[in-house]
């Protein structure tokens, strides 16, 4: 089992920055691929971003290319999602994901965070 916890939501305007952060716990964290995926109300959990298990090599939706930054650090157990430029339409529950040597994750399968909120306003 892994446990992830996020950190780092809440409420900021339009072009802010926000840093998430997921402490992961139960495994050996290096070897799982971490990512974030997001929720808006009435809307599918969609992908937004992921980190490999080796060599660090990420991935983002197209969404947010260019605007967010994810990195972890493994001594640390911990996956960041550095957001910059922030728009109305990234308001959404946040949530980690982990997966065990993962090329590329999926909205299923995964270990999830509970989850936390950003709220982008005007």
């Known amino acids: 089992q892994v446990q992830l916890v996020e950190s780092g939501g809440g409420l900021v305007q339009a072009g802010d920055s926000l840093r998430l952060s997921c402490v992961a716990s139960g495994r050996t964290f290096s070897d799982y691929t971490m990512g974030w995926f997001r929720q808006a109300p009435g809307k599918e959990r969609e992908f937004v971003s992921q980190i490999g298990w080796i060599g660090g090599s990420t991935m983002y939706a197209d969404s947010v290319k260019g605007r967010f930054t994810i990195s972890r650090d493994n001594a640390k157990n911990t996956v960041y999602l550095q957001m910059s430029s922030l728009k109305l339409e990234d308001t959404a529950v946040y949530y980690c994901?982990?997966?065990?040597?993962?090329?590329?994750?999926?909205?299923?399968?995964?270990?999830w965070g509970q989850g936390t909120q950003v709220t982008v306003s005007a």
């Open positions: 994901a982990a997966r065990f040597r993962e090329m590329r994750l999926r909205t299923t399968n995964n270990y």
